[in-house]
Nanobody, 126 residues
Framework: QVQLVESGGDVVQPGGSLRLSCAAS????????IGWFRQAPGKEREGVLC????????YYADSVKGRFTISRDNAKNTVYLQMNSLKPEDTAVYYC???????????????????WGQGTQVTVSS
């Protein structure tokens, strides 16, 4: 069964850090570009970052540049989202999804991402 499972969400104070994990089962994550998305209450789901199968990543959200990074450990079939200097506006449910190709697209078109995880809640609050 193909599955993506996000974890690592938590409540954190502004300025804090979190590392989210996206673990895949039922398929080899290394063959695909993997994207991180988020959805805040009352807002549409938006792309955050994407990492291609081999090298390269694409930022979809300008607001996270310089604060968030993405990485992958193919041996563990897992992609990570490192979030530093968190702000209250980063509060959202974070999702990972695999792109239909190995290369991150220039824009985060949700319909081009196939399997989605159930999401993990990140709350940034003092």
């Amino acid at each position: 069964q193909v599955q993506l499972v996000e974890s690592g969400g938590d409540v954190v104070q502004p300025g804090g850090s979190l590392r989210l994990s996206c673990a895949a089962s039922g398929f080899t994550l290394a063959y695909y570009a993997i994207g991180w998305f988020r959805q805040a209450p009352g807002k549409e789901r938006e792309g955050v970052l994407c990492i291609s199968s081999s090298v390269g990543s694409v930022y979809y959200a300008d607001s996270v540049k310089g604060r968030f990074t993405i990485s992958r450990d193919n041996a563990k079939n897992t992609v990570y989202l490192q979030m530093n200097s968190l702000k209250p506006e980063d509060t959202a449910v974070y999702y990972c999804a695999n792109h239909i190709t190995a290369i991150c697209p220039a824009s985060a078109k949700l319909t081009d991402f196939g399997f989605w995880g159930q999401g993990t809640q990140v709350t940034v609050s003092s």
